[in-house]
């Protein structure tokens, strides 16, 4: 895994990483404010041998005093001393309790041996050490007394360092353990976003999306506002990030085979509520705004929505076609907003799958692409109905739409499996309502002060310069622009007998 995989992880599971953050400095915070004062108190012990006068003397008094320290280490923090000390102070504790709050330690190479006292009295704990430290010498000189009485002892200990009466708590120190718990949560809460990520099977990201289709990744639509299914009828804003991803989208679909252009399209997904409606219908208005002729089809015959989205006239459409009760040039409205032809479903009938597998519907596309230089079929999911796989044999091919986040990678790859079943060809996929990539607002940096782009792409037409002006307009524009041409600025006259939104025919 990749050092940007690890930082998608924290731009999309970031969530779970505050929450393991804040988690943790909660946690912290209560041990700060709950958890015993405790104070720590220090008697330094020196460690000395009886010689005569001489320095070879006191060279061995030296040896001899190291080679006892060791020892004199488990002594003072033994259950003896321990007792003793519980005897002499009278403390409420027991001489084992206190031995666990005793810590003896040496110093390297030298004779000293430090007692430190954790207690929750500061005036106690101090006392406790510097009782120990005596006790302490008091026990070397019994242990070390030979056996004539009036010699002195051989090893000697004494307290060259009393304890202090200490005035800061050791435990809890609340910067320590509040960062303590800030990077512990940090952690806990990045790891369960990493399990999360590493479990998670839906598809998040361009690559395993091209992975799994196998195919390419023709667009990445962001979730925006513009791009809802309610605002279908609004322009876009040239510049933002719904606008070029949208460009992006149409330049890859233009040249996703050169040799053999793709005209008839279908756009489904494996299940429903990927955007695939919303997804159709920005398109073909892209390529409607390069002076392409193009019309949007509702081949939802389960579930239509573009009539309704566009407001148009849904009784009249596809299947009133199929069925033989309309002609093709009565039932294609013009949709001004959009400034492309729509067909919309019609009636909805009991056997939408029949009708779309029929001679007839094939003869329909085949019409449709002599006519029109670009044709999107708005075609229901892959893996509910077989309605996509139908159409898609019909067509040139197929782009399949995934949700981010939503779309597992199993589903995905068993609409691909089913479209390649019956032949048909997938083009690519598109990765819809991803989130938005920081700085992808910036690009109405690369568009002049009236709005026209001043990139010279492939997909850059002369009437492309003309998208943005044209996008930016009002509903209300539209209409008086429709009304004063008869047709939306940027595209040109359809084929007569075509239905407007009112239903009635031009």
């Known amino acids: 895994?990749?050092?940007?995989?690890?930082?998608?992880?924290?731009?999309?599971?970031?969530?779970?990483?505050?929450?393991g953050l804040v988690l943790g400095l909660l946690v912290a915070g209560g041990m700060v404010l709950l958890a015993p004062r405790a104070y720590e108190a220090t008697a330094t012990?020196?460690?000395?041998?009886?010689?005569?006068?001489?320095?070879?003397?006191?060279?061995?008094?030296?040896?001899?005093?190291?080679?006892?320290?060791?020892?004199?280490?488990?002594?003072?923090?033994?259950?003896?001393?321990?007792?003793?000390?519980?005897?002499?102070?009278?403390?409420?504790?027991?001489?084992?309790?206190?031995?666990?709050?005793?810590?003896?330690?040496?110093?390297?190479?030298?004779?000293?041996?430090?007692?430190?006292?954790?207690?929750?009295?500061?005036?106690?704990?101090?006392?406790?050490?510097?009782?120990?430290?005596?006790?302490f010498g008091r026990l070397v000189a019994v242990v070390e007394q030979p056996r004539d009485p009036r010699l002195p002892p051989i090893v000697s200990a004494q307290v060259v360092e009393p304890a202090e009466v200490p005035t800061t708590p050791v435990s809890p120190r609340p910067a320590r353990d509040l960062a303590l718990g800030l990077m512990v949560g940090l952690a806990l809460g990045y790891g369960a976003a990493l399990l999360r990520s590493v479990r998670d099977r839906t598809i998040r990201r361009p690559e395993a999306l091209r992975e799994t289709v196998s195919a390419p990744v023709v667009g990445v639509l962001p979730l925006a506002p513009e791009l809802a299914l309610a605002d279908i009828?609004?322009?876009?804003?040239?510049?933002?990030?719904?606008?070029?991803?949208?460009?992006?989208?149409?330049?890859?679909?233009?040249?996703?085979?050169?040799?053999?252009?793709q005209?008839?399209?279908?756009?489904?997904?494996?299940?429903?509520?990927?955007?695939?409606?919303?997804?159709?219908?920005?398109?073909?208005?892209?390529?409607?705004?390069?002076?392409?002729?193009?019309?949007?089809?509702?081949?939802?015959?389960?579930?239509?929505?573009?009539?309704?989205?566009?407001?148009?006239e849904g009784s009249v459409g596809l299947t009133t076609v199929l069925t033989g009760q309309a002609e093709l040039p009565t039932a294609v409205q013009h949709c001004a907003a959009l400034g492309v032809d729509?067909?919309?479903?019609?009636?909805?009938?009991?056997?939408?799958?029949?009708?779309?597998?029929?001679?007839?519907?094939?003869?329909?596309?085949?019409?449709?692409?002599r006519t029109y230089d670009y044709v999107f079929l708005d075609a229901p999911p892959v893996l509910p109905v077989t309605d996509a796989?139908?159409?898609?044999?019909?067509?040139?091919?197929?782009?399949?739409?995934?949700?981010?986040?939503?779309?597992?990678?199993?589903?995905?790859?068993?609409?691909?499996?089913?479209l390649r079943a019956v032949h048909a060809r997938v083009l690519g996929a598109v990765l819809?309502?991803?989130?938005?990539?920081?700085?992808?607002?910036?690009?109405a940096a690369y568009t002049d002060v009236a709005g026209s782009p001043q990139d010279s792409g492939p997909d850059t037409t002369a009437a492309d310069t003309a998208v943005p002006e044209a996008e930016s307009a009002q509903d209300g524009d539209l209409a008086v622009?429709?009304?004063?041409?008869?047709?939306?600025?940027?595209?040109?006259?359809?084929?007569?007998?075509?239905?407007?939104?009112?239903?009635?025919?031009?």
């Open 1 to 19: 895994m990749s050092l940007d995989y690890y930082w998608q992880v924290l731009r999309t599971q970031w969530r779970i990483v505050l929450a």
């Open 45 to 135: 012990i020196f460690v000395s041998s009886s010689s005569e006068e001489g320095a070879s003397a006191a060279y061995d008094g030296s040896q001899l005093s190291e080679q006892r320290v060791k020892s004199y280490e488990q002594l003072l923090g033994g259950p003896r001393l321990a007792r003793d000390v519980v005897d002499r102070l009278r403390l409420p504790m027991s001489p084992d309790e206190l031995a666990a709050e005793v810590t003896a330690s040496t110093e390297p190479e030298t004779v000293l041996l430090t007692a430190t006292v954790r207690d929750s009295s500061p005036t106690r704990a101090a006392e406790i050490a510097n009782t120990l430290g005596d006790s």
């Open 233 to 261: 009828r609004n322009p876009r804003a040239p510049g933002t990030a719904a606008w070029e991803a949208l460009r992006t989208l149409r330049t890859n679909i233009q040249f996703v085979d050169v040799d053999e252009p």
């Open 263 to 312: 005209r008839v399209l279908v756009l489904t997904s494996a299940v429903p509520d990927e955007g695939k409606t919303t997804t159709s219908a920005h398109l073909a208005t892209t390529f409607g705004a390069m002076r392409k002729r193009v019309l949007l089809v509702d081949s939802d015959l389960r579930r239509p929505r573009i009539a309704d989205a566009l407001g148009l």
């Open 342 to 369: 729509v067909l919309t479903s019609g009636p909805v009938l009991p056997n939408p799958s029949e009708l779309l597998v029929s001679q007839k519907a094939a003869t329909l596309l085949a019409e449709l692409r």
């Open 389 to 418: 796989a139908a159409l898609a044999t019909h067509a040139d091919g197929a782009v399949l739409l995934c949700r981010y986040g939503s779309t597992t990678e199993d589903q995905v790859r068993d609409a691909v499996d089913a």
């Open 432 to 443: 819809t309502m991803a989130p938005p990539v920081a700085g992808s607002a910036g690009y």
């Open 481 to 506: 622009v429709t009304a004063r041409n008869g047709t939306h600025p940027d595209v040109p006259s359809p084929r007569p007998r075509r239905r407007d939104g009112d239903g009635t025919s031009t």
